[in-house]
């Protein structure tokens, strides 16, 4: 399977006068989790090549892209990818802003050697997806449905019931009360242990 990260492809999935708007991680992930994923975990692939465009990046004028999404984006991306099939080939065929190009670069190479990422802007994961992004997303899911059951209505449904259950379980492992009383329970659990030995 192949898959373009490059800024022309949202072209593809967006229409022109979004494309024309400064889209970021918000709208990325958005086509990316909702579309490209769920779409290449029901294909399969032995292999994914990745044709790895970073003028997408912040920094690019509009005419080379004009977007604002980050090397954090492109690295989360390359490691879910990389939960598909290991085998993932990334071939950099765009990205002229030379500082966004080593970060994107360097992320995206610490997703496929399966070391740390850079995390995702707080900013960037509390941004709402631009209305007309989360529209031509809704639309492409209704054409793919007939080719992909994981596009299907019904499928979608459970995809966002799931999502929004592991979001909760993310925000309540985060809450400080929380944190503090499961690291305590695990100490608790490691003293027991340690005078049963």
């Given amino acids: 399977i192949c898959i373009c990260m490059h800024a022309c492809a949202c072209?593809?999935?967006?229409?022109?006068?979004l494309t024309e708007l400064a889209l970021g991680d918000a709208e990325y992930?958005?086509?990316?989790?909702?579309?490209?994923?769920?779409?290449?975990?029901?294909?399969?692939?032995?292999?994914?090549?990745?044709?790895?465009?970073?003028?997408?990046?912040d920094g690019h004028d509009p005419c080379l892209g004009g977007y604002k999404v980050s090397a954090a984006c492109y690295a989360?991306?390359?490691?879910?990818?990389?939960?598909?099939?290991?085998?993932?080939?990334?071939?950099?065929?765009g990205g002229y802003d030379l500082k966004q190009l080593c970060d994107a670069a360097e992320g995206c190479c610490r997703a496929l050697l399966e070391i740390e990422v850079p995390a995702i802007p707080e900013e960037a994961k509390a941004?709402?997806?631009?209305?007309?992004?989360?529209?031509?997303?809704?639309?492409?899911?209704?054409?793919?449905?007939?080719?992909?059951?994981?596009?299907?209505?019904?499928?979608?449904?459970?995809m966002r019931a799931e999502?929004?259950?592991?979001h909760a379980l993310e925000q309540l492992s985060m809450s400080p009360a929380v944190g503090g009383e499961m690291a305590s329970a695990n100490q608790g659990q490691e003293e027991t242990m340690q005078s049963a030995e």
Wanted: with cysteine; proline share 7%; charged share 20%.
């Fill in 29 to 57: 992930l958005l086509a990316f989790q909702s579309i490209v994923l769920p779409i290449a975990k029901e294909y399969g692939p032995d292999a994914i090549l990745i044709s790895a465009g970073f003028d997408a990046m």
């Fill in 127 to 158: 941004q709402k997806p631009h209305p007309q992004a989360v529209l031509a997303v809704e639309t492409t899911a209704s054409v793919m449905s007939k080719y992909w059951s994981c596009m299907s209505p019904e499928a979608r449904k459970q």
């Fill in 76 to 93: 989360y991306m390359t490691q879910q990818l990389m939960k598909v099939t290991s085998k993932v080939v990334l071939a950099l065929e």
């Fill in 11 to 17: 072209t593809d999935l967006f229409p022109l006068s």
């Fill in 163 to 166: 999502d929004e259950a592991a």
